[in-house]
């Protein structure tokens, strides 16, 4: 499995961004020391998996903050904690570090670093050595099925303070029935497709309304 993964966002390909993704992380406390202490060798945005719902929610906060660099409109440090910061439903910089960012406990994380015109030495080649070099984790796929596994689904409701509604409704409503009134286990699947996308464009929202 690829360690680093090179992507492209769309009108914006002067800025390709390189993404490792890893799960099981024993080094969490040093990674996190390094973007502390400023370390220019570990200019990363750590995010942990545990609050990414999907790859497009990880990457609107990419197209945001990358937007936001070549508009002269920084928020934070670099575009590297401004992808951070972008995650958040509201402007509080701390918390989004907080919320977002690496904590001691954090068990799997993603990895981005974003390529310019004036880092040529940045390569997809050069990012996966550095990486597999300092992440003490196992390398997973940058996929909805990776963060189907490793995301929280509770704890981004809370951070974006988004009510679950199927827990309101009446069991009646939450088991769908066939034409014969078997419930029909087949169902879920599709039902938890359906919630994952209905939560999905709900945090696009609030990261679009954000300062706006």
Do not use: W
Request: charged content about 20%; glycine content about 6%; overall charge neutral.
């Amino acid at each position: 499995m690829a360690a680093v993964q090179a992507l492209a966002l769309g009108h914006l390909p002067g800025n390709p961004l390189f993404v490792g993704t890893f799960r099981d992380v024993k080094n969490v406390s040093f990674l996190r020391s390094q973007l502390l202490t400023g370390n220019p060798d570990y200019e990363y945005a750590f995010i942990d998996a545990e609050v990414i719902l999907s790859t497009t929610h990880l990457l609107a906060a990419c197209f945001r903050a990358i937007n936001n660099l070549n508009a002269n409109r920084l928020k934070t440090r670099n575009v590297h904690s401004e992808i951070v910061f972008a995650l958040s439903p509201n402007n509080n910089i701390a918390e989004s570090f907080r919320r977002f960012g690496l904590v001691d406990d954090t068990k799997h994380i993603v990895a981005i670093k974003v390529g310019m015109s004036t880092t040529p030495d940045i390569t997809e080649e050069s990012v996966r050595r550095h990486l597999m070099a300092n992440v003490e984790g196992n390398a997973a796929a940058l996929a909805d099925a990776t963060f189907a596994e490793t995301g929280n689904v509770a704890r981004i409701r809370k951070l974006y303070k988004i009510q679950d509604q199927s827990s309101a409704q009446p069991k009646s409503q939450k088991q769908p029935k066939l034409a014969n009134g078997v419930t029909g286990p087949e169902s879920k699947a599709g039902e938890d497709f359906n919630k994952v996308n209905d939560l999905e464009s709900i945090i696009l929202g609030l990261m679009a309304l954000k300062g706006s």
